[in-house]
């Protein structure tokens, strides 16, 4: 089993910058993709950046590419989420995932993701 700790959520302004922590423990070898979904109100998840533990590519969603930017550190099993000149439609819950690869993500593919964690609440707003 894998077990994902999200941190760093919280109220920001539009324009602000957050960085979101993930944690993993457990059987960490069982996945080889990690990454952020992110559910607002009314609305259906939906993958929002993923990196592979593999090749270390990546892939984020259009409307965060060049604002929000994934990186990890091997030795804590944590990857980050960067996320700069925030928009009040990133208002959400993130959550962090993990997973065979980034198909779930580029395909939106939330009922194939394997590892959830409970997510970190995300508000911008003026």
């Known amino acids: 089993q894998v077990q994902l700790e999200e941190s760093g959520g919280g109220s920001v302004q539009p324009g602000s910058s957050l960085r979101l922590s993930c944690a993993a423990s457990g059987s960490t070898s069982d996945f080889y993709a990690i990454g952020w979904f992110r559910q607002a109100p009314g609305k259906e998840r939906e993958g929002v950046s993923c990196?592979?533990?593999?090749?270390?590519?990546?892939w984020y969603k259009d409307s965060v590419k060049g604002r929000f930017t994934m990186s990890r550190d091997n030795v804590k099993n944590t990857v980050y989420l960067q996320m700069n000149n925030l928009k009040v439609e990133d208002t959400a819950i993130y959550y962090c995932?993990?997973?065979?690869?980034?198909?779930?993500?580029?395909?939106?593919?939330?009922?194939?993701?394997?590892?959830w964690g409970k997510g970190t609440p995300v508000t911008v707003s003026s």
């Open positions: 990196l592979s533990t593999i090749d270390e590519g990546t």
């Open positions: 995932a993990a997973d065979e690869s980034c198909w779930a993500w580029r395909k939106q593919a939330l009922r194939a993701v394997d590892y």
